[in-house]
């Protein structure tokens, strides 16, 4: 099945510079990656996810890249605000598997 | 449009127990998903339900079992409960298939066992 691995487990920004997470998966014929925030007593939403047919996706300051060659696929928060603290979760999925696979997530801290 | 909804938010049980828990979708959803976060493992899916039918199960032993009413609300039941159980237990619904399409999650149960 589909593995999903996700680094750094911690990232400490300051604020203001850009955080960078890269994930990597095993199935090459995963095609859909989303990622997914989680805060502190507010639950996990999706804040960006592309799909297989396009290499690059943006959402104002949130943008991700996907490599298929490479089996990569990495989130980028540009000019980085202490609201963006929490813990930063992506995932693959394959169509065949029909499985959602989550990486074990990112704890992100911005530096005021 | 109110949220997903995970009931109780927290659970102490002890070894051997069984538990119950609860989640109401977002309106609309006809599709649950049910999710073990731990602090090593991420999160890991434990199935989707659709309409009333289990359409996906992920690697979890037999003790974990679930089902969906016709109001699309869902519970998921832990039997004979296990140290290694304790974990963030979260649900999320979606209007498509939980592997492809954006999920919207609960806050989550945190289930304690001793």
């Known amino acids: 099945g589909e593995n999903v691995e996700q680094h750094p487990s911690t990232l400490s920004v300051q604020e203001g510079d850009s955080a960078v997470i890269k994930c990597t998966y095993s199935?090459?014929?995963?095609?859909?990656f989303p990622w997914y925030k989680q805060e502190l007593g507010k639950g996990s939403q999706l804040i960006i996810d592309i799909r297989s047919n396009v290499g690059e996706k943006k959402d104002q300051r949130i943008a991700v890249t996907l490599n298929k060659t490479a089996k990569h696929f990495s989130l980028h928060i540009t000019e980085t605000q202490p609201e963006d603290s929490a813990v930063y979760f992506c995932?693959?999925?394959?169509?065949?598997?029909?499985?959602?696979?989550f990486g074990t997530g990112t704890r992100l801290t911005i530096i005021p | 449009k109110a949220g997903v909804t995970q009931t109780p938010r927290y659970l102490i049980k002890t070894r051997g127990q069984q538990v119950t828990l609860s989640c109401s979708p977002i309106s609309g959803h006809r599709s649950v998903s049910w999710y073990q976060q731990t602090p090593g493992q991420g999160l890991q899916f434990l199935f989707e339900?659709?309409?009333?039918?289990?359409?996906n199960k992920g690697n979890f032993p037999g003790r974990f079992s679930g089902r969906q009413f016709s109001n699309s609300r869902s519970e998921m039941n832990v039997s004979t409960l296990e140290l290694g159980d304790s974990a963030l237990y979260l649900c999320a619904s979606s209007s498509g298939q939980a592997y492809n399409s954006p999920l919207h999650f609960g806050n989550g149960t945190r289930l304690t066992v001793t």
């Open positions: 199935d090459s014929a995963s095609n859909y």
């Open positions: 339900y659709f309409s009333e039918t289990q359409r």
């Open positions: 995932a693959g999925a394959t169509f065949g598997n029909e499985k959602l696979t």
